[in-house]
């Protein structure tokens, strides 16, 4: 046993459906064979009592969302956590409360991966455009896709990136199709990948790659045909199989993504953002062989990755390491521990150091300013109201499609 170990405590919360899926009471043995003690962590009572804690592992994505739509409790249970956060800077939290709500945001997230892209001067990289509608689509609507560099076919995406609702999109194929966007939304610009996407789970310093059935390629440009309705979930189900995940009209570029590309990726995302488990949805263009991120998930399922404790207990082993026996807050990087701050840690030495709040990063710019990079990439266009998520929920109309 590692002595620096024994007597540490891990507290966690995630929620009875998660707790059950990863099998989270075989982790905690685990870790009490290393004697590191994990306690679950009771967010109805007073977080000091439950302490000390070297160290808190959650998935408080849905507690996040219900205060950002006033829920009484949930805002209760959250204040609860941040005070305990607050009152305790050496405690290490994977991942920061800012960092989630980022990461929550797809307007935020895409900002982020475009910059992120733009900052590593990578031609290996090239993320799709994107822009948010918040209203329905007008007159003007289709000079303002094509001004953000978007094409048809495109994607239609809530803005929030959780939840079952989260997972209902659309394919948009024409101007006829914009009647069918149900804003406020996220729509990004569709990339043939020949039906293959590549989930990557990010644990720390380490990653595993998952293959996964994705949506067909379908032809550029306009197209006389209804919009698709489809459930993403479903769609990249490992055993997934039907006419949209055909890859009967495979062509161009199939290979699987760089070791280096990824690594880069996934290393700047922790810099950039503090944090330490995340997902990655990854397609390759199959007319450049580029890669292009389509999605940041906080705190995924890691379906498919058996070495998932392995990694996790090893990266809570390094963090403790560094923080030595007497932990300090400057060795973690986390953001700032105000929830409704969302400056992060900078991963640029040459940038500000402190992003004006309401900005995820110090990466981000809101609006289009600082966006507009050779590839023409730019970012929301509108400011982001502190309560979004109460007006991102609604869902898009879920509608059969077999086509």
């Not at 540490?8 to 870790?31: D, H, I, P």
């Amino acid at each position: 046993m590692q002595t620096f170990l024994k007597g540490r405590r891990v507290g966690y919360w995630l929620s009875e459906k998660k707790t059950k899926k990863l099998n989270f009471q075989a982790f905690a043995e685990m870790c009490r064979k290393r004697g590191i003690e994990v306690v679950q962590l009771d967010l109805s009572q007073p977080l000091e009592e439950q302490g000390p804690l070297d160290v808190i592992i959650h998935k408080l994505t849905d507690l996040i969302l219900e205060a950002d739509q006033n829920d009484t409790q949930a805002v209760l249970l959250l204040h609860r956590v941040q005070e305990y956060i607050n009152a305790h800077p050496e405690t290490i939290v994977l991942d920061p409360l800012p960092a989630i709500r980022t990461l929550l945001d797809r307007c935020k997230s895409y900002q982020l991966i475009h910059r992120i892209e733009d900052g590593m001067n990578d031609e290996r990289i090239c993320s799709p455009p994107f822009m948010v509608l918040n209203s329905e689509c007008g007159p003007d609507t289709l000079e303002k896709i094509k001004q953000h560099g978007l094409t048809f076919p495109f994607i239609c995406k809530t803005r929030v990136a959780h939840g079952t609702n989260s997972h209902e999109m659309a394919i948009i194929f024409s101007e006829e199709d914009l009647a069918d966007v149900k804003p406020p939304c996220v729509i990004q610009s569709f990339i043939n990948h020949n039906a293959v996407l590549y989930k990557v789970f990010v644990v720390g310093g380490s990653y595993s790659v998952v293959e996964r059935p994705s949506l067909k390629n379908f032809p550029a440009g306009p197209a006389d045909r209804k919009a698709i309705f489809f459930n993403s979930h479903n769609v990249s189900k490992p055993e997934s199989s039907s006419d949209l995940t055909s890859r009967d009209n495979v062509e161009g570029v199939s290979q699987p993504p760089s070791d280096d590309v990824i690594r880069e990726l996934s290393s700047t995302l922790r810099q950039a953002l503090g944090v330490s488990l995340f997902g990655i949805d990854i397609i390759i263009n199959n007319q450049t062989g580029q890669h292009a991120v389509i999605d940041i998930n906080a705190f995924p399922g890691y379906e498919g990755v058996p070495g998932f404790f392995n990694d996790l207990l090893t990266h809570i082993t390094s963090v403790l390491q560094d923080s030595g026996p007497a932990s300090s807050s400057s060795e973690q990087p986390k953001g700032p521990q105000d929830p409704t701050d969302t400056a992060t840690t900078n991963p640029n030495p040459s940038s500000p150091s402190q992003a004006p709040q309401g900005c995820c990063s110090p990466w981000i710019v809101e609006g289009d300013g600082g966006l507009k990079a050779p590839r023409q990439r730019l970012g929301c266009n509108t400011a982001v109201s502190p309560n979004f998520q109460q007006h991102c929920v609604s869902t898009l109309a879920t509608k059969a499609s077999s086509q």
